[in-house]
Nanobody
Framework: VQLQASGGGLVQPGGSLRLSCAVS????????MGWFRQAPGEERECVAR????????YYSGSVKGRFTLSRDTAKPVVYLQMNSLKPEDTAVYYC????????????????WGQGTQVTVSS
């Protein structure tokens, strides 16, 4: 499985961005797709994840109500719509995948895309 993340950039506080994670290679219904972020000097944090088969989602408390995950199974692509962005959302964002693990431990996601920088600043 190969993952390609895109869509990062510079946005003002209160603005929006949509990140995309294109998936290539074999996909399975039991896959879990996660979006992680890492700010300088901080640990990598799982902000959202989605079950590929059902579309069931989870959001961390820091982004719940502002970020929305969705997927297009035909393409296949996972999207992270980020609204009401705050300066503390500034980080490198990564998409990742695993087979069957529904959790936020980055070490249990074997497949990773390259990071995309999100900067929220006025």
């Amino acid at each position: 499985v190969q993952l390609q993340a895109s869509g990062g950039g510079l946005v003002q506080p209160g603005g929006s961005l949509r990140l995309s994670c294109a998936v290539s290679g074999r996909t399975f219904g039991s896959y879990v797709m996660g979006w992680f972020r890492q700010a300088p000097g901080e640990e990598r944090e799982c902000v959202a994840r989605i079950r590929w088969s059902s579309g069931f989602t989870y959001y961390s408390g820091s982004v719940k109500g502002r970020f929305t995950l969705s997927r297009d199974t035909a393409k296949p692509v996972v999207y992270l719509q980020m609204n009401s962005l705050k300066p503390e959302d500034t980080a490198v964002y990564y998409c990742a995948a695993n087979v069957g693990y529904w959790g936020d431990r980055s070490g249990l996601y074997p497949y990773w895309g390259q990071g995309t920088q999100v900067t929220v600043s006025s």
